[in-house]
């Protein structure tokens, strides 16, 4: 008996086993990941890695020419008063919007699940705020809330009573506020209706037993509504607070970041340095900061949503 006779069996069984069905099929299914993964690469890692490479260099954004500058970049990002007050109002306005909208759309969401007249006009009328582009509504609302005596809200307030302007947009605390309560204003009815979906997955028996055994409507939420209610508001603070760390749109349309830095943000401050000042390592810097901030963030609200869906169920 040859060689090639003695391995033949070793190479049909290799072959039997490649060519079975169960093999091909987790071939298929690897062959959609490569999509995936090429999109993977192409928008996350390779900017990743390009933008820790620039985070340690002078590269303005133009030249090819870049010198090493180890963590100068870093250090920077922590004395510069503009990127830390962006960093301050940013987590201001992801927190405190998170906090808002849920503690709003919850009950608001129960309101919308009964049943009265002409319920699903009010549904849509508490959803419309979320379909406009929200740099648009920003640009209204800017008009609403100008500090000058032609706003809208200034112009009412001296028609009612007259009351001199307010200055909505040009006091620091005042703008973080306005800036705050618009996106309340037009994320609320979004999350509201997200929460309502969950409501009316909850089986209707559960609200019977509740009411045979005496409990009462405030026992029912807290007993039977909220608990169930709980991947829901995983969900809705997750986007909220994703949502929050990136906002740009809304602070600039409305307030240009201003009065001073009140109102700036982190992405603002990226934008604002990699472009307008070409100073893209100090820029790539931040971003990197900026991902890890967000990252630890996202991570401790996951593991807070879980303790308190395991503590609710």
Same mark, same amino acid.
């Given at each position: 008996m040859t060689v090639l006779d003695r391995r033949a069996p070793a190479v049909t069984g290799a072959l039997s086993w490649l060519m079975s069905p169960k093999r091909l099929e987790g071939l298929r299914l690897q062959a959609f990941m490569v999509p995936i993964g090429i999109v993977f690469a192409v928008l996350f890692a390779i900017p990743l890695a390009q933008s820790l490479y620039f985070s340690v260099t002078d590269f303005n954004g133009y030249s090819m020419k870049v010198n090493f500058v180890?963590?100068?970049n870093y250090r920077k990002i922590f004395t510069d008063p503009s990127m830390l007050a962006g960093l301050g $109002?940013?987590?201001l306005f992801a927190i405190g919007t998170?906090? !808002?909208v849920t503690v709003l759309a919850i009950p608001l969401a129960v309101l919308l699940n009964r049943r009265f007249f002409g319920r699903n006009v009010v549904r849509a009328v508490f959803f419309f705020p979320a379909i406009p582009s929200i740099a648009i509504l920003g640009l209204v609302w800017a008009f609403i809330l100008s500090p000058?005596?032609?706003g809208a809200i200034n112009w009412l307030l001296d028609a009612v009573g007259g009351f001199g302007p307010v200055p909505w947009l040009s006091d620091g605390t005042l703008a973080q506020l306005s800036v705050i309560m618009v996106a309340v204003w037009s994320s609320t009815g979004w999350h509201a209706i997200l929460y309502l979906a969950y409501l009316q997955s909850i089986p209707g028996d559960y609200?019977?037993?509740?009411?045979v055994d005496g409990a009462s409507a405030r026992q029912a939420f807290f007993? !039977?509504?909220l608990p169930l209610l709980a991947p829901a508001v995983t969900v809705s603070s997750l986007l909220l607070m994703t949502g929050g760390l990136k906002v740009y749109d809304l602070p600039y349309t409305l307030t240009k970041g201003g009065p001073g830095y009140a109102t700036f943000t982190i992405t603002q401050s990226i934008i604002q340095s990699g472009i307008a000042q070409a100073k893209f390592g100090q820029a790539s810097a931040l971003a990197v900061v $900026?991902?890890?901030v967000v990252?630890? !963030?996202v991570a401790l609200q996951l593991v807070l949503s879980r303790r308190l869906e395991g503590r609710l169920s």
């Open positions: 180890g963590l100068e $109002f940013t987590l998170t906090v !808002i000058l005596g032609s609200y019977e037993a509740a009411r007993r !039977i509504t $900026f991902m890890l990252g630890a !963030i």
